[in-house]
Structure formats: structure tokens, C-alpha cells
């Protein structure tokens, strides 16, 4: 168990070994960081499941470590996070802090990459392929050949225009490939949408 200071931010997906680039500015979060570099410079990402001054949390989140800040005018920083390991929310704790504190299950940190089978890396290629012409994506994917199979299937799952509960469900996959098929489904998902002439997931 661990106590963890948390950012709650919709849409905000942090994934064990990637890198998550922040702006913060809201006078609680601006504490946050005073306090986590003041003390491990640890902090957790987790999603709230509704709007509100004090949203309902989902159950599970990323432990992420400060590599880079950058303090700016008014007491405003850019950050950049690096995963560590995913936890579950045991309860809420009741703090003084202007920010959200909880006890956490925290994860073991995975000591070696996972890979994706032949297959499953070329079926996530060739989707990725069909989705990005779908939305008019431009892709460099000879870069994203040379992209090992952690690196491709997490930044995927960080940056496409998934709601928040899609996300969700990808940080909860317990496998990379788990988590390679999922994102193969929403791709398909919001294709057809966007073949409809609907919105997509965003």
C-alpha cells in the first residue's frame, strides 16, 4: 500500500515506460508539484468518472515520476511524467491539502518489456494503417516500424481521439496484447463511424 497524491484530469492517459507532457496551473495542482518535488516527485494520474469539484474516481490510475519541469510566470509549470506502475484506489484519504490524496495498491514494476506475437503486430499495423487513413492522419510509418511493440501499442493508446472510458479500459488491459486487440476495436469502432459521417470518440 501506498499513499499517493493524485491529478485527476479527464482524458489523460499515463501508461507504465511512457511519457506524458503537462501544463499546470490550477492553484491546487500548482501545490501538487511543490509538494511531490519537495518529497519523492512522484504523483498519480487518474481519470474522474464524472465532472465536479470533487468527482468519483475510476478505480485504477499510473503512478508517474516528474523527469522535467519548467516553472513559468504566476507560479505555472510545464511537467513531463514518466509511468512507472499502475495502481487501484483502495479508499480516499482525508486530507488538508488543497489536492486529493488515496491509499493505493501500486503494482510491481514491470522489469522487462512485453512483445506482441508476428501476428498481432502486423493485424495493429494494418489497422492503424486503415484508421489513420479514415481520420486524415498524416503517419511517418516508416518511424513507426522501427517503434518496438510497448512504444507503438501505449502511444496509440495515448494519443488517439478515444473518449475517456475507451481509455479507461485501455490502461486496465492486463497484457500489451490485451491491449493491442482493444485498441483494434475502438479503431474499427471509430472508423465506421467516421465512414457514417458521425463524431468521432472524442
Known sequence: ???VSIFPLSGALLLPGME?????????YKA???DAVARDR???MIQPREEGEKPALFDMGCLGHITHIEALEDGRFNIVLRGLARFRVV?????????????ADVEPMAQEDEILSAVERAALELESRRFAEALGYVVDWTAVSRLDDMALVNGIA???????????????????????DRIIQLMQIVGRIERNGGATMQ
Do not use: C, N, Y
Not at 506524458?20 to 491546487?28: G, Y
Not at 479508499?91 to 491509499?103: C, N, S, W
Not at 475517456?164 to 486496465?172: G, H, I, S, W
Open 91 to 103: 479508499r480516499e484519504l482525508d486530507v488538508p491539502t488543497a489536492f486529493r490524496q488515496i491509499e
Open 1 to 3: 500500500m501506498a499513499r
Open 20 to 28: 506524458l507532457p503537462l501544463h499546470i496551473f490550477e492553484p491546487r
Open 158 to 180: 495515448q494519443i488517439a481521439p478515444f473518449d475517456p472510458a475507451a481509455k479507461q479500459t485501455l490502461l486496465e488491459a492486463d497484457t500489451l496484447g490485451d491491449r493491442s
Open 42 to 44: 512522484r504523483i498519480g
Open 32 to 34: 501538487l508539484i511543490h
